[in-house]
Structures are given as structure tokens and as C-alpha cells.
């Protein structure tokens, strides 16, 4: 076990680095500029620009752009943002919480929604409550999140005038206000998100749940006589859930990263619309931090979704 | 009227019990002349700012106005106005800082932090137009406490100029020597005589920070500075919160130096997001107050001001959506370079060609069908403020004419319907960036030069590569490495010598400049040059606005440029707020009058 943690812990250190090296080549070669706007300004002289480029070690080769990064992140200094002059890790957490709670809140809801109606739909298959459900996730997966979005913009707030359509991270109302402000706000945003993630997960659900339930073990479990409901919880859904657990491990990096459409739609300040006003403004070392925090990420929780299914099947083994 | 009546009146006015106008409307009554009685004002010393409260200032105390929610669909990455990139920047930058004075919508000076506006009558000008001296208000304290003198400006300066310091505010600050003379005024000197005196400390990029909060981090240490992110400036609101490209957050500064403003007691500007939606929270919901920068076809923009919460508010700007005819040419190499001043471009250098483009560009029905109330049909390249816009150039659309010119010019329709001439055909690329309003343009133009025998291939560039400096993409407008290009010059300042360079010889786009040069089209002529040299040291400025007038017209009467429609600014309002929006400043620069009726 403790060699295939170390041997896994290993392997990751070079896709680390290569992940690195595609990405920075990638910005390098991607054309713009983060000081566009003082170009087309013809009150700030060209030089301007050429001594913030200089500065800010822009016009260096790109391999030696990309040591210095790496030397810098190696010794914990994520470098400063071009477009705010703000430290990376700085502007980094402070988006951190608001991604957090939305996305966190609509992973929740997914898998509220996700698992009894998964289980459910798969005791009964073929039921008219599987069959309504079989559709509304198949209306919910291929509907993509930017068209919800805007629809349920279209229709809460300008129809209906009922919720906010402009995320505000920090709202000064205090007391119960505030909490209710939040609900209000993050309606909107965590059901798009919900809905999305949930229907995929229920139709995992219920496939992984099918698949138990004809299993020879359920049926002694029915033929010794236990109720229905232990026999569902007890006997199939704990196993049943074993995919799907791991299913959501690798989902948590993407709590991290935020949802680019989504947060750009709702003006939610979370990591996803900090990354894409980075790449807009090729603000090089932002961009480089929130990628590259995500691809660690990934690779961790992917070694934990690995040890978490051998904790869950005793069967499988690690060598 | 005696002379004790009209110095009563004059009193008033000064008082600000009288408006301005009302002053001149019956001065007018009695027979004298409106510039004259503006003048009888300013030999009295009544304040300039007062004339043109076009929106008045009702509120008579400071404060109580609630929250003001105000919508940038670009959020402010920083807050130190030295720093500002972009115009996002400054706008959010101005709620906390101000400069000595700012340009109102006329294109004219106010004082801010000013006592005055320099003139030559109050002795602020030189008469040799080498240096200007600004007397600043008394009185004047900083957020803190600090009070606000003489030593914070001669600070500014040495902090701007600065190169390691790496403020973007260096070009305003860097060819100017500023001295303190005592305690609250300061004296700018320039090194050759300066028309156009009122660059350092004044409008977008002449805020100024406190001296005792930053002076410890000058130069390499700029970036350093905790005041950087928590700014403490003169201005209406004190700074409460900020997180970079969101929200900026301020509250009511009640040492304000101003009389009962501002009116507002927080003030909340929130980033991110697209114009449309923008457009909607105040147009259509009511959720904001203001929305900056409103580039949304002006056709949704009508349909949802009919909901009566908000209002668009187009204010005139000098920004120019136009046609480049390149006057060299792009498609031979000489010296290792396209497009070299060393060549001439084998088409367009016949002024039959290019006039009958200039009558082919139907301009009417892209201002109606295309940008509506956000953009004017105009013959002009300068156009705003309006005492440079010339009134004797007209626009045509024709296309017989545009047949009859070339056929007169000896190009003639071949066997496709395409002229052509010495075997030379009139077809060009014509390039854009990627906009849905310039490829509907591009398709309008295409449409009229068919008929008159030219053939145009359009072609349109991502904006992030069209707009960019990058040296090694061949697709920037800079190195306009085509035949016809597009797109819209912004005027920065009400004073049109920067934007008119865009003409001079010596500001050739070329390899040697890295095509930072500001001519894109290279066109040369002789008399601009000369009329342009004679404006940067003209100091009357009636004789100066002459000169540039005439560059227009050279310019434009010789098809160098085809100027398509004056793009003015688009601001979404809530109809129950009253402001005033500058083109020649900030959107933020008159935050201290906004205010709300109840």
C-alpha cells in the first residue's frame, strides 16, 4: 500500500512538470498582450509599454520565462498578477469561498437529487416514475448550462422579477437578511449547476444500482425475508455506490476550479470567471496558478479515488 | 441696469444663486452679446464650473441618498490610478482619487482639486506658453486626516516619472518639471511652448495619491505598497472594500470639500459579466443604478429603456469608426518589409479610386440600420469637441457618380464586371476585427462597390490578434498589411494634437518603430505637416483649432481616410438618476453631483 502511494506520488511529479510545460508554452505562443488597452491608448507612449514589458520579464526567451516561473513556484511564490499587481495566491483566495459555497452547493443538490432518484427509478425499472425520470435527465444533461442559464434569467428575474440575476460575494445586510440575501442569490446559479451534475449522476445511479439488484445476493437477501428497505439500503445500494463514489471524487477538483459559463453568466467572483478575465487579459501568472493548482488537483484526487475503491472493495488490491 | 445692478447679478452668480446661463440669457435681453457676458464673468472671477450645471444639484445636504449600485461589465483590477491600464481602471481609481480639474462634456476645464483653472487673465498661463501655475484649494484634507498640499503634487511627479516605478501615467509626466511655489500652488514648466497645458494633474490619467502613503514605495518598490489596494484619496467616497475584477466598495466621505456632497451614502461598483446583461440589471430590472459602457445594438437597447426604469445616455466623444485606404503596398516585399513607405500602393494611389470609394461608403444606412443612436454619420475624422469640427465637409452616397469617376479615371469593367486598368483589376482585401456591427459594415460597402465594378474580399481578425502589438503577427492593424482596413479610433482628450498625429510623416507605422508609429495609413502630404507643426506651438487657440480643422479637411477631402460614423459614449441609467457624463473623461468624474430623485 505505502509503496503504491509512493510509486503513484512519483509518476506524479513528471506529468506535474509536463502539465506545466504545455501549459506555459501554450500562453507564450497564444497571441495578445496584457497591456493591450495602453496600446491602443495614444496617450501613453509606446515606451510605456516596452518598459512594463521589460519589468516584468515579458520580452525574456520563453524557456527562460518558464524557469523562472518554476523556480519561483517551487519556493512556494506564485508570482503577481500583470492586470491587478496583486499577488497570485492572494487574488486566488479571496475568490476561493464564493466558488466554494456555489459550487459546493450545487454538487450537494446534484447528488440529492441523484441518488434517491437513481435508486428509486432502478427498484422500480420500467416504471412510469423511471420512465419520467429517464426523460427529464436526458432533457437535463443535453441542455447545456449557458442556455439554463440564461432561461432561468429570462424567466425568475426579468419575467417573474423573482431573484437577483447579479452575484454580489459580499452583501452588507447583517442578521438573518444576509443569509437570506445568499439563498437568493445562489438559487439561480446552484440549480443550473445541480440540475446538470444531477441528472448525469442519477442515470449512473441507476445503472450501477441495476446492476446490483440482479445479483444473486439480493435475491437471498429477499428470500431470507428482510424488508425491502434494509435490503435496498443494506445489501444494494452500499455496493451499488461504489462506482458512483468515485464518481464524485474525481468531480471535487471541479468545486476548486469553478464553472467558467456559469460564473461568467451570473457574475458570480469565483475562480472560474477569475480564470477566463485572466486569459482574456493574458495575464500570464494567473492563469499558470489556477491551471495548475487544478491539474494537482486532478491528479490528487484521482490517487484518492483509487485508495477510496479499495477501501470500499476489500477485493481489489494495490500493488 | 447700472453697474450696481449688474454686480449684484454677478454676485449672485458667483454665490451660485444665479445660473450662469440664466445670467447670460439677460444680459442677452439687454443687448450684450453672450461672450461678452461670459467674459464680464470671468473678469469678475465667477467660477467656470458653475455655467454648465446643465443637470442641477438639487440635494441640500450631504448624504441620505441609500446605496449606489453601479454596473462595470469589466471589473477594476486595481485601484492605484499611476497603475490603470485600462479605463475600468481609472473610472474605479476616481471614485477615491481626484485630479486637479476634469473635462467636462463640452470638452471644457473644471476644478476639482483646483482653486481655479488657470488662465491667462488670472495669470495661471504664461504668455509664452512654457509654464502653467495652479493654485490648489485650501482646506483640501485626505481620507486620513492628512492634509492635501503643494508637496503631494511635486510628489506625483517624481513618482510618475520614474521609470522603475512603471506607472503607466509616465507620458503626462515625464517631459514636464513641476515645482512647488508655496504651500498650495505648484508651477508645471514645459521645455518648448505647450498649447495644450493641461496634461499632468488634470482628467483620466491625472488623479493624484497622497504623498506620506506612498512615498516609501517609489521606483522598484511600487508594487509593494498596502495603499496600492486600500486607496485614501480627496475623493467623495473613502475607500470601505476591493477584490480585483469583482468589486469595489465605498462609503460616504463626510469631509468632503465640497458643500452637501455627495449624495450617496455607500457606493457599491460591481465587475464582470457582458454588456447586454448589463444593459438589462438597469434597463429592464431596475437592480443597478448605472451601467458603463453600453456596446449593445442600439435597437435592444430601445427595446428595453420601453420598460421605463432606465434611460440610455449617449454623450458626445470624438471616437471614429473608419475606412484606411493604404497608400502603400502591402503585397511587395522591399527591404524585408510589406507595406514600406519606399512603395506606393499600385491602386489606390489614383484618386479616382479613392474618391469613388469615399462615395461608395453608404454611411446613412450604417448609422440606421447598424449603430442607431451609438453612432452619427459624419464626412469628419475630428469631430468633437465642436469647436474642431469643420462645417464645410459633406458626405456623399453615389454610386453613379463612383461609375462615372472611374470610367473618367480609365478603369474599365472586364468580362466578370470587375474594372480594370493596365491589367491591374480593382480588387482589394479589405480586413476588420470581429464584431457582429463591422462585418454587417463590411457587407454594406462590399455591396455598393460591386456595383460599381470593385471587387472586395472581406476578411475579419480575432480583436485579441487584430488590436494586439505582438511584433510577430502579420494580422495587427498597425502593420495593416492590406488594402482596405476598418475599425473605430478612440480621442482620449478633448485637445485633438495627439489624435491627429495619426497623420504626420514622421509617425509612419513602420519595421523600425516595431509599427508603434501612430500613421497606420502612411499617407503624407507636405501641408499637414507643416499645419500640424504650426498647431503644437500655436498658443492662441482659435488660430490652433483653425490649423487642425485643416488637417481634417486635407485629409479627409483626399480619401486618406473614410470617417463612417462618430461613435458616441453609451451609458445605461435608471431613470430616476440624475448625472452628467463626460466623453472627454472619466464616467466617474462627476460622481460628487450624481444623485437621486426620491
Not at chain 1, 463514489?245 to 469553478?258: D, E, H, N
Request: glycine residues 8%; hydrophobic residues 45%.
Amino acid at each position: 500500500m505505502s509503496r503504491y502511494l509512493t510509486r503513484r506520488l512519483l509518476i506524479a511529479i513528471p506529468s506535474l512538470l509536463g502539465i506545466s510545460i504545455v501549459l506555459f508554452t501554450v500562453l507564450a505562443l497564444a497571441p495578445g498582450d496584457p497591456f493591450e488597452e495602453l496600446a491602443t491608448n495614444p496617450n501613453v507612449p509606446p515606451e510605456v509599454r516596452a518598459n512594463l514589458r521589460l519589468k516584468f520579464g515579458l520580452d525574456d526567451p520563453i524557456y527562460l520565462r518558464y524557469l523562472h516561473w518554476l523556480f519561483a513556484m517551487l519556493q512556494g511564490d506564485w508570482g503577481f498578477s500583470f492586470a491587478s499587481r496583486v499577488n497570485v495566491d492572494t487574488l486566488i483566495l479571496q475568490r476561493l469561498p464564493t466558488t466554494l459555497f456555489v459550487i459546493g452547493s450545487s454538487q450537494v443538490l446534484a447528488l440529492a437529487i441523484a441518488l434517491p432518484v437513481g435508486v428509486y427509478a432502478a427498484t422500480r425499472p420500467y416504471s412510469l416514475f423511471d420512465q419520467v425520470a429517464n426523460t427529464l435527465t436526458f432533457v437535463g444533461f443535453s441542455l447545456p448550462t449557458f442556455f439554463t442559464g440564461l432561461l432561468f434569467i429570462l424567466v425568475f428575474s426579468i419575467q417573474l422579477d423573482w431573484l437577483p440575476f447579479v452575484y454580489r460575494a459580499d452583501i452588507s445586510a447583517t442578521g438573518w437578511r444576509w443569509y437570506w440575501e445568499h439563498f437568493r442569490q445562489a438559487i439561480m446559479p446552484v440549480a443550473v449547476l445541480g440540475l446538470f451534475q444531477g441528472a448525469s449522476w442519477t442515470r449512473y445511479v441507476r445503472s450501477a444500482v441495476l446492476d446490483v439488484i440482479r445479483l444473486d445476493h439480493v435475491t437471498t437477501a429477499r428470500a431470507k425475508g428482510l424488508a425491502e428497505r434494509v435490503v435496498v439500503l443494506k445489501h444494494v445500494v452500499r455496493n451499488a455506490l461504489i462506482p458512483v463514489v468515485t464518481l464524485v471524487a474525481l468531480q471535487i477538483p471541479a468545486v476548486f476550479g469553478g464553472a467558467i459559463v456559469t460564473e461568467q453568466i451570473f457574475r458570480i467572483p469565483g475562480i472560474g470567471s477569475l480564470l477566463i478575465a485572466s486569459i482574456l487579459n493574458n495575464d500570464t501568472p494567473v492563469v499558470m496558478a489556477v491551471t495548475f493548482v487544478f491539474a494537482c488537483l486532478v491528479i490528487v484526487f484521482n490517487l484518492m479515488a483509487d485508495l477510496l475503491y479499495g477501501w470500499l472493495d476489500p477485493r481489489i488490491s494495490y500493488r | 441696469m447700472d453697474e450696481k445692478q449688474l454686480r449684484r447679478l454677478i454676485g449672485r452668480v458667483k454665490d451660485g444663486k444665479l445660473s450662469r446661463r440664466a445670467f447670460v440669457g439677460r444680459m442677452l435681453a439687454l443687448g450684450i452679446t453672450a461672450p461678452l457676458a461670459s467674459e464680464m464673468l470671468a473678469f469678475c472671477g465667477a467660477a467656470r464650473a458653475q455655467e454648465k450645471e446643465k443637470v442641477p444639484y438639487k440635494p441640500t445636504k450631504r448624504g441620505g441618498g441609500g446605496a449606489l449600485k453601479v454596473l462595470w461589465w469589466q471589473g477594476a483590477t486595481l485601484l492605484n490610478p499611476h497603475f490603470a491600464v485600462g479605463t475600468k481602471d481609472q473610472d474605479a481609481s476616481r471614485i477615491f482619487y481626484e485630479p486637479l480639474a476634469g473635462w467636462d462634456s463640452d470638452g471644457e476645464l473644471f476644478p476639482v482639486l483646483a482653486a481655479e483653472i488657470p488662465s491667462r487673465e488670472n495669470g495661471g498661463l504664461a504668455p509664452d506658453g512654457l509654464s502653467v501655475t495652479w493654485k490648489l484649494k485650501r482646506g483640501v484634507t485626505w481620507h486620513d486626516g492628512q492634509p492635501f498640499t503643494a508637496d503631494d503634487l511635486v510628489f506625483n511627479w517624481e513618482y510618475a516619472k520614474d521609470p522603475a516605478t512603471a506607472a503607466v501615467t509616465i507620458g503626462n509626466y515625464k517631459d514636464v518639471v513641476v515645482e512647488k511655489l508655496d504651500s498650495h500652488t505648484v508651477k508645471v514648466s514645459f521645455k518648448k511652448p505647450t498649447p495644450f497645458w493641461a496634461d499632468a494633474f488634470v482628467g483620466t490619467r491625472g488623479m493624484i495619491v497622497p504623498k506620506h502613503l506612498f512615498e516609501a514605495y517609489r521606483g522598484d518598490k511600487s508594487r509593494d505598497a498596502p495603499t496600492n489596494l486600500k486607496p485614501v484619496g480627496t475623493g467623495p467616497y473613502k475607500f470601505v472594500d476591493f477584490k480585483p475584477g469583482d468589486m469595489v466598495r465605498g462609503e460616504i466621505n463626510s469631509n468632503y470639500h465640497e458643500a452637501n456632497r455627495p449624495h450617496f451614502d455607500t457606493i457599491e461598483m460591481k465587475g464582470g459579466g457582458d454588456a447586454v446583461s448589463a444593459a438589462r440589471a438597469v434597463l429592464q430590472t431596475g437592480e443597478f443604478d448605472y451601467a458603463w459602457n453600453m456596446q449593445v445594438e442600439d435597437e435592444l437597447l430601445l427595446r428595453l429603456e420601453k420598460g421605463g426604469k432606465g434611460r440610455t445616455v449617449i454623450t458626445p466623444g470624438g471616437g471614429i469608426e473608419h475606412i484606411q485606404l493604404n497608400s502603400t503596398d502591402p503585397w511587395t516585399e522591399v527591404d524585408g518589409e510589406r507595406a514600406s513607405i519606399k512603395t506606393k500602393h499600385p491602386i489606390l494611389s489614383d484618386p479616382a479610386v479613392r474618391q469613388a470609394l469615399g462615395l461608395l461608403v453608404d454611411r446613412q444606412s450604417v448609422q440606421e440600420h447598424i449603430y442607431g443612436r451609438t453612432g452619427i454619420a459624419t464626412a469628419n475624422f475630428l469631430n468633437n469637441p465642436e469647436r474642431f469640427r469643420s462645417k464645410t465637409m459633406k458626405f456623399e452616397f453615389n454610386i453613379e457618380k463612383a461609375n462615372q469617376l472611374l470610367d473618367a479615371g480609365g478603369w474599365k469593367r472586364g468580362a466578370d464586371g470587375i474594372r480594370e486598368k493596365d491589367g491591374k483589376k480593382l480588387k482589394f482585401v479589405y480586413q476588420t476585427s470581429i464584431n457582429a456591427p463591422r462585418q454587417k459594415n463590411q457587407a454594406i460597402v462590399k455591396q455598393a462597390c460591386q456595383k460599381a465594378g470593385i471587387d472586395l474580399e472581406l476578411k475579419s481578425v480575432t480583436a485579441s490578434v487584430f488590436f494586439s502589438s505582438d511584433v510577430a503577427n502579420p494580422d495587427t492593424y498597425t502593420k495593416f498589411w492590406c488594402d482596405i482596413q476598418m475599425y473605430n479610433t478612440t480621442m482620449t482628450e478633448p485637445d485633438p494634437e495627439v489624435f491627429m498625429n495619426q497623420f504626420v510623416s514622421w509617425e509612419v507605422s513602420s519595421k523600425e518603430n516595431k509599427w508603434q508609429g501612430r500613421n497606420i495609413t502612411r499617407w503624407r502630404n507636405d501641408e499637414v505637416d507643416q499645419a500640424y507643426r504650426a498647431a503644437q506651438a500655436e498658443l492662441d487657440p482659435v488660430k490652433r483649432a483653425a490649423l487642425f480643422i485643416r488637417i481634417n479637411e486635407l485629409v479627409c477631402s483626399d480619401c486618406a481616410v473614410i470617417p463612417i460614423v462618430n461613435r458616441p459614449k453609451a451609458t445605461a441609467v435608471s431613470s430616476k438618476m440624475r448625472l452628467e457624463i463626460s466623453g472627454w473623461d472619466n464616467d466617474t468624474a462627476t460622481l460628487k453631483d450624481w444623485w437621486r430623485e426620491a
